[in-house]
């Protein structure tokens, strides 16, 4: 798929129905932890896709159910994932770690975006979703011009201070004209396209450290050219709950 076809088909996903929107999110969370899995661990298992599967599940209908009853399945699933992971002795932490870490990541990160098209407005998880590419297409263009002052060359060497910038620059104009045609507040709108760009970095740079641990270039194929869901949605899942934290400081 390229992203040519995704970015209208995400456009329409989350814009369809709260149905889609979900779907959406629970697709790319699943493939994400495929991708993260095999980039971490770096093998392929049944149950660990399958298993994956339950707690994706739990994590998107825990917030809609009775207090004991989420309780009672994360206990369950606790339990399972502790059952699995003493079946290897010597990695018994090192896979309980990584799979733990990766359901957060892939999972619950991408949650709260869900949360802000359900409680708030499919158009406001837009808005922040552009934001997000803006920052990340102009960093990428500002790097490749004037990129000269590398901020971690041995972890990610394209990533350059006035890319950054660039693209922080490129993110908050662009929430600003956004803003003013969609009647938001204009400090509001400043102080999202300020505080998004660093987060998204460091989401950048975590799956940057992650793949170079590897030895990987890419997450995944699903994007040709452009890598796997990891590669595309590295800044996006990180800043799930940023979002979510401005779309309650907006409301308020």
């Known amino acids: 798929m390229t992203i040519a076809v995704f970015l209208p088909l995400f456009l329409v996903l989350v814009l369809v129905s709260?149905?889609?929107?979900?779907?959406?999110?629970?697709?790319?969370?699943?493939?994400?932890?495929?991708?993260?899995?095999?980039?971490?661990?770096?093998?392929?298992k049944l149950?660990?896709?399958?298993?994956s599967g339950i707690v994706l599940f739990w994590t998107y209908a825990s917030p809609w159910v009775t207090?004991?009853?989420k309780?009672?399945?994360?206990?369950g699933i606790a339990l399972f994932l502790a059952g699995w992971a003493?079946?290897?002795?010597?990695?018994?932490?090192?896979?309980?770690?990584?799979?733990?870490?990766?359901?957060?990541?892939?999972f619950v990160l991408p949650l709260f975006w869900v949360k802000t098209g359900l409680e708030f407005s499919p158009w406001l998880l837009l808005f922040f979703a552009l934001l997000v590419w803006v920052n990340d297409t102009c960093a990428y263009l500002f790097g490749i011009r004037w990129g000269n002052h590398k901020i971690a060359p041995s972890l990610s060497p394209g990533k350059s201070w006035e890319g950054f910038l660039g693209g922080m620059g490129s993110t908050v104009l662009g929430s600003v004209l956004i803003g003013i045609l969609g009647?938001?507040?204009?400090?509001w709108s400043c102080l999202c396209g300020a505080i998004i760009p660093p987060v998204a970095l460091l989401g950048d740079m975590f799956e940057s450290a992650l793949k170079r641990r590897s030895s990987v270039k890419d997450s995944g194929e699903l994007f040709p050219g452009h890598g796997g869901v990891l590669d595309r949605f590295d800044a996006f899942f990180a800043v799930g709950p940023l979002v979510y934290l401005l779309a309650l400081f907006g409301r308020g």
């Open 47 to 51: 149950f660990v896709t399958f298993f």
């Open 86 to 106: 003493v079946q290897d002795t010597r990695k018994c932490l090192e896979r309980m770690g990584f799979f733990l870490f990766g359901s957060l990541y892939c």
């Open 67 to 69: 207090q004991s009853l």
């Open 18 to 44: 709260r149905i889609t929107l979900v779907g959406l999110f629970v697709v790319l969370s699943f493939l994400a932890f495929q991708e993260y899995w095999k980039v971490a661990v770096g093998e392929r």
């Open 183 to 187: 009647r938001l507040p204009l400090s």
């Open 71 to 75: 309780l009672l399945g994360w206990y």
